[in-house]
């Protein structure tokens, strides 16, 4: 199994991935950023990156297979960028392409795609997107809870805030390129910078196929904060169906195991600590949409083609631990809520252009309002943002599997409550 890791630049090449000379050939450009590549690939990237040079015979099988024996991910880094540059141009170009499609943040940041590279804040963790921090509004006084509730909310100190951590996984680039989720880019600077305002350290992954999303659940279970955090955040955005999140791979993931990890039996360690989980995804193929002009309903199932200036797509596929003793009584399952994009049975929309109408929506809501409401109450302000939407497509959001016993509070800025 893959392991999650933060990769930090050493600073001895910081200053060095943000010059790029212009003009370079692929070659050289790959050349230019090795160091930086090498550092800044994850695990994951870098066997999609491995298994599509080998698809396009960019590179054999001998070579793969020697990439492969590489004893290190660094190791392994270095051997497919050397690998690469010494077939020539047209190979150094396809490499770039294809890292540009697995990891768009990575390929900004080494300069070899898009607005060229910027300088990394301190303590920037790699794969994840640098971006302004949204202007959240703060509790004025007559406002923030009191200690006289403080046994009707979820306790928050200043350790526990420190220690937040949060799980995001999207699925933007899927093995049958027509499945591909436009737009959804916009999701994850969006929810990533959400997180990150509330204070939560965000473990990111991009384009997991079924195992792969399960795995990082696993891996993400023995992250040493959780016995430390107040709470977590779950979210994963994918194409989806009933009960079901789809890997890249198309080979399903169940919903239902999200919190079969995260219950008191194989996550003690979050026993009575609010588990948020946010899901973006179809959960059918029910349409609900008015328009004065006929619409088609493409052949893939997913893809609503629409008479608007930006396309508009939907997200469809098709007893406790021994290690407790008698003496405690926990809850199996107990202080979860999570919040689907849609009814069962229904689609979720994504603008090709802006992102998934969900996520935006509520990272809108939670900038706003998360400074004077609970978490239930930021839920019920998304879905009423979609009741009274004037849009044609309708989709309501739903709150499910809810077993919160008290509030919850994210205190976003500086302010927080102390217990």
Same mark, same amino acid.
């Given at each position: ?18 010059? *790029?000379?212009?003009?370079?050939? /692929?070659?050289?450009? &790959? ?16 066997? =999609? ?24 991910? =660094? ?15 047209? +190979? ?26 910027? /300088? ?19 509790? /004025? ?7 006289? !509730? ?9 350790? =526990?805030?420190? @220690?937040?951590?949060? &799980? *995001? ?21 969006? *929810? ?14 991009? !384009?997991?196929?079924? #195992? ?12 040493? #904060? ?25 080979? +399903? ?39 004065? =002009? ?12 629409? /008479? ?5 797509? $939907?997200? @469809? ?5 021994? @290690? ?38 509520? +990272? ?31 989709? *309501?959001?739903?709150?499910?599997? @809810?077993?919160?016993? #008290? ?8 302010? $927080?409550?102390?217990?």
């Amino acid at each position: 199994m893959w392991q999650r890791q933060v990769y930090l630049l050493p600073s001895r090449v910081k200053s060095f991935c943000g010059q *790029m000379p212009l003009n370079l050939s /692929p070659n050289e450009r &790959l050349l230019n950023v090795r160091s930086c590549f090498i550092d800044g690939i994850s695990p994951p990237v870098l066997n =999609s990156l491995l298994d599509r040079l080998l698809e396009k015979k960019v590179i054999t099988d001998a070579e793969r297979e020697e990439a492969d024996t590489m004893q290190n991910r =660094s190791n392994r880094a270095r051997c497919v960028i050397d690998t690469v540059r010494k077939k020539g141009e047209a +190979a150094s170009s396809q490499m770039i392409e294809f890292l540009s499609e697995l990891d768009l943040l990575l390929c900004e940041h080494l300069g070899l795609c898009g607005g060229g590279p910027q /300088p990394r804040p301190p303590g920037y963790e790699a794969g994840m997107e640098e971006i302004k921090t949204p202007d959240i509004q703060r509790p /004025p006084e007559h406002k923030r809870p009191r200690k006289t !509730n403080r046994g009707a909310i979820y306790p928050v100190t200043k350790q =526990s805030k420190s @220690n937040r951590i949060a &799980l *995001m996984i999207n699925n933007i680039k899927f093995h049958n390129d027509s499945s591909d989720r436009h737009g959804a880019e916009k999701d994850d600077r969006v *929810m990533f910078n959400l997180l990150q305002s509330l204070g939560y350290q965000v473990v990111r992954y991009n !384009n997991l196929t079924g #195992k792969q999303i399960d795995d990082a659940l696993t891996q993400f279970l023995q992250h040493k #904060k959780l016995t430390q955090t107040d709470s977590v955040f779950v979210t994963i955005m994918s194409h989806g169906d009933m009960g079901i999140i789809s890997g890249t791979d198309s080979k +399903a993931f169940k919903t239902e195991e999200i919190f079969q990890h995260l219950n008191a039996k194989n996550c003690p360690a979050l026993v009575n600590k609010p588990k948020i989980i946010i899901i973006q995804a179809c959960r059918g193929d029910q349409l609900f949409i008015f328009h004065k =002009s006929v619409f088609l309903v493409s052949a893939e199932r997913g893809s609503v083609d629409l /008479p608007l200036q930006q396309p508009v797509h $939907t997200d @469809n596929i098709r007893a406790l631990s021994e @290690n407790f003793t008698r003496a405690v009584r926990v809850h199996i399952e107990k202080d979860f809520i999570c919040f689907h994009s849609s009814t069962p049975h229904t689609v979720s929309y994504r603008s090709t252009s802006d992102g998934s109408f969900f996520i935006q929506t509520l +990272a809108d809501v939670f900038n706003k309002w998360s400074h004077e409401y609970d978490i239930e109450e930021l839920f019920r302000k998304v879905m009423q943002h979609f009741e009274s939407s004037s849009s044609d497509y309708l989709q *309501m959001p739903t709150k499910e599997r @809810n077993t919160l016993t #008290k509030r919850f509070y994210l205190f976003p800025g500086q302010f $927080t409550f102390y217990l």
